[in-house]
């Protein structure tokens, strides 16, 4: 007599050890544990159609489905189709997929097919036997369209993942070799190598002279606008070679830069040439004119404090020598064409005046104006005499017996100033014609009288002139003023340590990204 095997009871962990990936198995045994918890609690927590399509979605294989269909035969369910067979055993509390489980249907199957011809001389015992070591690859289950694709993309985004480290341990690498070991190897320069400058400031400017003056200039006199000129062209000679060589003739500017304690870097060579020193002098000399202020800022940098204080002391003196000289080149080129004009206005004057002098030599007459005025009032005189004697001599005549005596003596007179007249407009012709004529001699005089006065007027002005120019020069005097004296600095001023390292860490960065940009756009042309 065959005893019916006692049905275990369901167990939700294990019925989901079937059910395909690892996805699937937890999310079975999550719809496993409801339906449980919903049919432990009397309630109809899902419908059947809803379960069903739980159960297929678990993505079960076909033989697990057959196995499930053959045990609610077994158990006496009436079930319609596969899926629906494993949700009537497990609403029954059996699992379809529990190896005990497989294990009595497999012993069910062969009783019922031996239970007609079962003795008990026939019946065989199966004892326990050694069981072989299966094989580790085995086939997986079957997996769905939909956990395929799951499988395909999880595959695509762990080689993205590798992909990204790969990436990011190459980026790192270059960034380390391009950017991060080349800042390290400058910062330690700066740290530990780089020979400390000490470095003086100074400020001064170039002033100009008090002065009156109503043109357009004196509005600017006084301003920042009225030396910008000069302020340019100092700041110009302080940076200039000419500058340079008087410091190596005075102090021997490259000594001071070609001891040992110098690094290499900084250091001047012994046999440098005037280029390579004129680099450095420009490198460690920094002088830049503000224009808001009107002053002019310089900095110089040595190796030692003493040595940046005597350097900064001699520029500002060669600065001052260089404004004086300015200076009187700018008033000898002023004063040279006013006194040039009040020089030729003097002799023109003086030449003027020695030509009325020879004039008035030439006739012996120091006014011929005069000498013919005479004449004309004489002439006048003697015309009026001899109108009196007419009129007196026809006066006479007009007496029936006149005395004639008396008629005689007027006749005579008037024939006396009738001769007088004569020589007298003689003497007015010649006077008035001819080329040494008095007339033209007194021309001439008022000529050079005119000369002479207008030359007065041009001497008179250039003196003018030349004073006003006089003082617009001493107006226009430069001198310079130090507003901040160099003092001798305590600690170093360059190199600036962090500023230069974290400069050249932008430096190479930038540098490497452009790299970077560019070979980028080039790989992208090249393979487009």
């Known amino acids: 007599m065959t005893t019916k ?51 297929k979605r678990e993505g079960l294989t076909g033989r697990q489905l057959r196995v499930a269909r053959r045990l609610a035969h077994k158990n006496g369910l009436a079930a319609t189709s596969d899926y629906d067979a494993v949700r009537l055993l497990r609403k029954k509390g059996i699992d379809p997929f529990q190896r005990s489980n497989l294990l009595d249907l497999a012993a069910y199957d062969q009783r019922n097919s031996t239970d007609d011809k079962a003795t008990p001389d026939n019946i065989k015992i199966h004892l326990p036997q050694t069981a072989k070591e299966t094989q ?13 694709r799951e499988y395909e993309i999880g595959q695509i985004q762990k080689d993205i993942a590798r992909r990204r480290r790969r990436k990011l341990v190459a980026l790192f690498a270059r960034l380390t070799a391009f950017v991060i070991l080349p800042t390290f190897i400058v910062g330690y320069y700066f740290y530990r190598v780089a020979t400390p400058m000490y470095a003086s400031d100074s400020v001064f400017s170039i002033l100009q002279a008090d002065g009156g003056g109503a043109s357009f200039g004196g509005f600017l006199a006084g301003t920042q606008f009225a ?186 007179d008037i024939k006396r100033l009738e001769a007088v007249l004569s020589e007298l407009n003689a003497e007015m012709l010649d006077a008035s014609a001819g080329e040494n004529s008095l ?6 005089i008022q000529m050079a009288q005119a000369d002479l006065a207008a030359r007065d007027m041009m001497l008179q002005t250039a003196m003018q002139q030349m004073e006003a120019t006089r003082t617009e020069a001493n107006r226009k005097v430069r001198y310079l003023t130090v507003s901040v004296n160099p003092v001798a600095s305590q600690e170093p001023s360059y190199p600036r340590k962090f500023e230069n390292t974290i400069l050249a860490f932008l430096l190479f960065a930038g540098i490497y990204l452009m790299i970077s940009l560019t070979a980028s756009v080039l790989r992208e042309q090249v393979s487009s």
């Open 136 to 148: 580790k690859n085995l086939p997986g289950p079957e997996l769905s369209p939909a956990q395929r």
């Open 227 to 412: 030396t910008a000129q000069d302020s340019v062209s100092t700041q110009e000679f302080l940076e200039s070679k000419d500058a340079l060589e008087r410091l190596e003739r005075d102090v021997g500017f490259a000594e001071f830069f070609q001891q040992d304690n110098i690094d290499l870097i900084q250091r001047l060579p012994s046999d440098a040439t005037l280029e390579e020193t004129y680099k450095l002098f420009k490198r460690m000399i920094t002088i830049g004119y503000d224009p808001s202020d009107g002053v002019i800022r310089m900095e110089v940098a040595a190796p030692s404090p003493e040595i940046s204080v005597d350097l900064s002391n001699r520029l500002i003196s060669y600065a001052e020598e260089r404004i004086n000289g300015l200076t009187e080149l700018k008033r000898e080129d002023q004063m040279r064409d006013a006194l040039a004009g009040f020089e030729a206005a003097q002799e023109a004057r003086r030449q003027a005046q020695e030509d009325l002098i020879e004039l008035q030599l030439q006739g012996a007459i120091l006014d011929p104006q005069s000498v013919i005025a005479s004449l004309r009032a004489r002439i006048d005189q003697f015309e009026i005499e001899l109108q009196d004697k007419e009129l007196q001599l026809a006066a006479l005549l007009d007496n029936a017996r006149p005395n004639k005596a008396k008629v005689d003596g007027t006749r005579a």
């Open 439 to 444: 007339a033209r001699l007194s021309v001439r």
């Open 5 to 55: 095997p006692k049905a275990r009871k369901y167990n939700p962990d294990r019925a989901a050890r079937g059910a395909g990936t690892a996805e699937a198995r937890s999310e079975a045994i999550d719809r496993i544990r409801k339906a449980t918890q919903a049919s432990g609690s009397g309630t109809d927590a899902q419908q059947p159609g809803t379960e069903l399509d739980a159960i």
